[in-house]
């Protein structure tokens, strides 16, 4: 509609990226409860695509790096849930760092499995927390409710039999989260 009202496309392309974005959120929340169908995806297509939507939002004293150790990797997800997951680490990793800092995401083939890993290089996470992090109600943000990595977790270890990390958070030097799925 704005588009025959004029509006140049530098301002309503972004705006139908968002409307497509809120309507991804839309059908992730109406998934949550329920059994997720599970289709063959290409999780370096839907991993690269957050990826480059959040990189394409965030600061620019943010580096980001995606790396993936084949060009294509195909499993039996549900695409918008884990999309959600990969969402949720990067933008934790993207409150997480101050100035300028690093964010990586990663996905590694392995013989009988996949590791996607979200790397930053922010504040890290409490030690007094790190065991509990995927706990409801536990978070380190001051408006955080304590829930996405709860989430997260549950779209991971219940829907995709895979399981979720820490690996390491340090203090000021930053956080290593890790997702194992099974092929």
Request: aromatic share 6%; hydrophobic share 35%; net charge positive.
């Amino acid at each position: 509609m704005l588009k025959t009202k004029g509006i140049e496309d530098t301002i309503t392309t972004p705006m139908e990226a968002d409307l497509k974005r809120l309507e991804t959120i839309t059908n992730r929340f109406s998934k949550i409860g329920s059994l997720p169908v599970k289709k063959n995806t290409d999780i370096v297509r839907a991993s690269g695509d957050v990826f480059d939507y959040l990189a394409g939002k965030a600061s620019k004293g943010i580096a980001f790096t995606f790396y993936s150790s084949t060009d294509e990797i195909h499993l039996k997800i549900n695409k918008e849930l884990y999309c959600w997951v990969v969402e949720n680490l990067l933008n934790n990793a993207i409150d997480a760092v101050v100035g300028k800092c690093k964010i990586e995401l990663s996905l590694l083939e392995e013989k009988d499995r996949i590791l996607i890993n979200v790397i930053d290089t922010g504040k890290g996470i409490p030690k007094r927390l790190v065991k509990r992090i995927f706990q409801p109600g536990v978070t380190t943000k001051k408006r955080g409710r304590g829930l996405g990595l709860s989430l997260c977790r549950r779209i991971i270890e219940d829907y995709h039999q895979g399981s979720i990390q820490v690996r390491t958070s340090s203090k000021d030097k930053g956080t290593h989260f890790e997702i194992v799925l099974h092929k």
